[in-house]
Each structure stands twice: as structure tokens, then as C-alpha cells.
């Protein structure tokens, strides 16, 4: 079982649709960050959070540190933000605060 | 201010040449992280290093990989004698010097062994 896991791995849906895509970890964390990579390749951070939410235009991240759960959420979905979503936890200690554990990804497609 | 920088964006190799991979890091940021994305998997975790020093390196496979990041230049992943299986996405980030922070990828390095 991968230390980090997300659901769905694959997602496709109608634009306007409200989107979640969940990520869960087994181990303990200092942070959680969400990334976006885009069909090009390039990599975005979203966010990076260790408690409650944040929010950025239409993206909320939510994390449940008891429960060792993340959500990411989409409002009013476009087909720009088809791509693939990926968590990755980020551990405790010196060095362990300084790796990142990544999901296998999901991968959003949002149709017209 | 520059984001973190790659180069070459693609590197086409033979099997058995070397690859070296450069990642300039965001002005102001001394920790640099490389990562790999295999074909079809997930990103992980290669190396953490800070300037002249390697702080982990638990994710990097044990012979023909090495990095690098001297006090002057850019961070070097060195590949020798690449294979097939070494194809990959090459990605580097970095954070500031309190090491905690978001970390900054960089545009990635596609590296093909033919």
C-alpha cells in the first residue's frame, strides 16, 4: 500500500461541475501540498497547507489531520483545468521534512 | 524573479553515454530537490541538497546516479552509463533557506535513452 493515495485516479466531467478529488496518507506529516501538472509537464504548486483550508480563486484544499485526509475541490469546472491533480505529503524530522511522498495522480478532464 | 530553471528540456542519449542534468535554483533559494517521473508512475523522491552539502539521498539508486550543488553554479544530476530504463521526466525544485516552505518545480528535463 503506497504511503499516499488518491481517488479517483481517473476523472471526467462536464464544465460547470463541482469536482473533489481526495487524498489520503498513512504516515505522519508536517504538510500537504497539492500540485497540478498540466499536459505539457510542467509542475504547479496549489497549495500547501498543515491544517484546515485554504482557498485560491475556484481551488479549495481542505485536510483533516485526525482522519489523514485531504480534498481537493474545483468550483464551476473549465476545460483549462483539465489536468493531473497530485498530493504529496510532506514528513517530520530534519530530513523527512524535506521529502516529499507523491500520489499516483489524477487525472481530470473537463469536457465543454 | 526567474523560477527555477532546467536545462536541457530534452536530452536524447544512447545507451551507455552520460547525462547531465542542470537545475538552476529561484534567486534566493539554497535547498534544491530532485525528482523522477517515470513513464506512466508517479513522481519520487531522488535527493535533497543544500549548498556543497547532500542532506538525503535515499531515493537516488546506488550506482551511475550522483548530484551535485557547488557554492557557485547550478545543481547537477549526473547520470553515467544511462540505460533504457532511465527514461524519464527529470524534475528539480527548490525552497528558501529555511527549508520548510513551498517548493518550486522547475520546467523538468525529458531524457530519452535510445
Known amino acids: 500500500k503506497n504511503e499516499v493515495e488518491q481517488s479517483p485516479q481517473n476523472l471526467t466531467a462536464q464544465e460547470g461541475e463541482f469536482i473533489t478529488i481526495n487524498c489520503s496518507y498513512s504516515?505522519?506529516?508536517?504538510?500537504l501540498h497539492w500540485l497540478q501538472q498540466h499536459p505539457g509537464g510542467g509542475i504547479v504548486s496549489l497549495f500547501m497547507?498543515?491544517?484546515g483550508k485554504k482557498k485560491h480563486g475556484r481551488l479549495i484544499a481542505t485536510i483533516n489531520i485526525q482522519e489523514k485526509h485531504s480534498s481537493l475541490h474545483i468550483t464551476a469546472s473549465h476545460p483549462r483545468d483539465s489536468a493531473v491533480y497530485i498530493c504529496?505529503?510532506?514528513?517530520?524530522?530534519?530530513?523527512?521534512?524535506?521529502?516529499?511522498?507523491f500520489g499516483q495522480g489524477t487525472r481530470l478532464t473537463i469536457n465543454p | 524573479n526567474a523560477g527555477v530553471m532546467q536545462n536541457p528540456r530534452h536530452l536524447v542519449r544512447r545507451r551507455g553515454q552520460e547525462a547531465r542534468l542542470r537545475c538552476s535554483p529561484m534567486?534566493?533559494?539554497?535547498?534544491v530537490y530532485w525528482y523522477r517521473q517515470l513513464p506512466e508512475e508517479g513522481l519520487k523522491f531522488m535527493v535533497y541538497?543544500?549548498?556543497?552539502?547532500?542532506?538525503?539521498e535515499s531515493g537516488m539508486p546506488k550506482e551511475r546516479f550522483s548530484a551535485e550543488f557547488p557554492k557557485e553554479g547550478p545543481s547537477i544530476l549526473r547520470i553515467q552509463q544511462v540505460v533504457r530504463g532511465d527514461s524519464a521526466a527529470y524534475f528539480c525544485?527548490?525552497?528558501?533557506?529555511?527549508?520548510?516552505?513551498?517548493?518550486?518545480f522547475g520546467p523538468g528535463t525529458r531524457l530519452t535513452v535510445t
Open positions: 497547507l498543515s491544517s
Open positions: 504529496a505529503a510532506r514528513g517530520i524530522g530534519y530530513q523527512g521534512a524535506q521529502k516529499l511522498v
Open positions: 541538497l543544500q549548498k556543497e552539502n547532500i542532506i538525503d
Open positions: 534567486k534566493g533559494h539554497s535547498h
Open positions: 504516515v505522519g506529516i508536517s504538510a
Open positions: 525544485a527548490s525552497s528558501p533557506p529555511t527549508g520548510v516552505g513551498e517548493q518550486y
